[in-house]
């Protein structure tokens, strides 16, 4: 079966007038609204650090973890870090399941910005849509599902020499 494509529709008092039949038009306008939900609905985390900072190995859970609150699949991230004097930035995302237990990172290959780069950088998993600067190793993800109740938590494992205003967004939505 060939999918509807997603679309926002507007469905107007005329479709759906007293005796009037259903009809293919209406239903594919049901179809490409239900499916553009699908598709392109999602929520964020942000962890936001404003002003210099460091790395603190000891130290997690910046600005606060997530616990999904529904079966959750990562669609996407984006991370911005203002340049520092020398060095780099490692971020890492860790997950604790429903027991509240450490599982580990969710990467595979964790982001690095160099002190070259002054960045904003994106991906998207749902369109292959990205923004990779120069200077900047983007992550990959081992993990992208999770259960109700799992968490997500975000670490600096390595900061620039007088880094500063850096952060990262996840885009994630329900699943079954």
């Keep these: 079966m060939a999918k509807i494509l997603p ?33 392109f609905q999602q929520d964020a985390k942000k ?25 959750t ?10 340049q520092g004097t020398a060095g780099q930035t490692r971020f890492d995302l ?19 910005i160099s002190n070259t780069a002054s960045v904003v950088a994106f991906e998207s998993f749902v369109t292959g849509f990205d923004i990779t600067p120069a200077g900047v190793t983007m992550p990959v993800f ?3 599902t999770f259960l109700q109740g799992e968490a997500i938590y975000f670490v600096i494992e390595q900061a620039q020499n007088n880094a500063k205003n850096t952060g990262m967004i996840i885009y994630y939505r329900p699943i079954n």
């Design 142 to 144: 081992n993990k992208t």
């Design 73 to 82: 699949e990562i669609v996407g991230y984006s991370f911005w870090h203002e």
């Design 94 to 112: 860790r997950w604790r399941n429903q027991a509240g237990v450490d599982q580990g990172s969710l990467l595979s290959t964790k982001p690095v």
């Design 47 to 71: 962890w936001i650090i404003n002003g210099k900072f460091r790395a603190n190995p000891g130290t997690i859970f910046f600005d606060g973890p997530e616990v999904l609150f529904f079966n």
């Design 7 to 39: 679309s926002r529709e507007v469905i107007f008092q005329e479709d759906t007038a007293y005796r009037r039949s259903v009809s293919e038009v209406i239903l594919s306008k049901f179809g490409a609204q239900s499916n553009f939900i699908n598709d």
